[in-house]
Structure formats: C-alpha cells, structure tokens
C-alpha cells in the first residue's frame, strides 16, 4: 500500500526559506516525469550493504544503481 503524504501548508513558507538558503532552489522540481514501475524496481530491489561508507544498491532492469549519500549529492548538483 502506498502512503499519501500531503503537503503541510504552515511548514510550506519555511521549507522554501531553507531551500533558497541552502541555494537548492532547483531541487523543487524533478527535470522528468517518472515511471512507476522503474521506481517501484528501485526500491523493491534496495540494498543496505553495510559498513562504515553506508553504502546502498539497486538494481533495475539488471543495471546496478549506487546511491549513497555522495551520488545522490552529486546528481542533485549539492556537493
């Protein structure tokens, strides 16, 4: 079952305060649409591998996907 997250209107004004402090303005809006049953491999496949480096995996249509904090950084252009 999925969750339904709803948005929180009297966080709204502080949440986009912290986005432009931090300058990550442009992580409001995703560059393309998704598909469903892509993200649904993702996270049914999702990994913790363990260790010091917390390092995940995924694997989707048989192509390995890191994600640890420093991928996830530098394809959101935050590091």
């Known amino acids: ?17 912290e986005l432009n402090n931090r300058e990550w303005g442009h992580l409001e809006i995703y560059p393309s ?3 469903i049953d892509i993200d649904k491999e993702f996270y049914t496949n999702a990994k913790a591998l363990g260790g010091e480096d917390e390092t995940y995996i ?17 394809f959101l252009g935050i590091d």
């Open 33 to 35: 649409p998704t598909n």
């Open 58 to 74: 995924s694997y989707v249509r048989g192509k390995r996907i890191a994600f640890d904090a420093d991928t996830i950084n530098c």
């Open 1 to 17: 079952m999925e969750r339904k997250v709803a948005n929180i209107p009297s966080l709204a004004p502080q949440f986009e305060r």
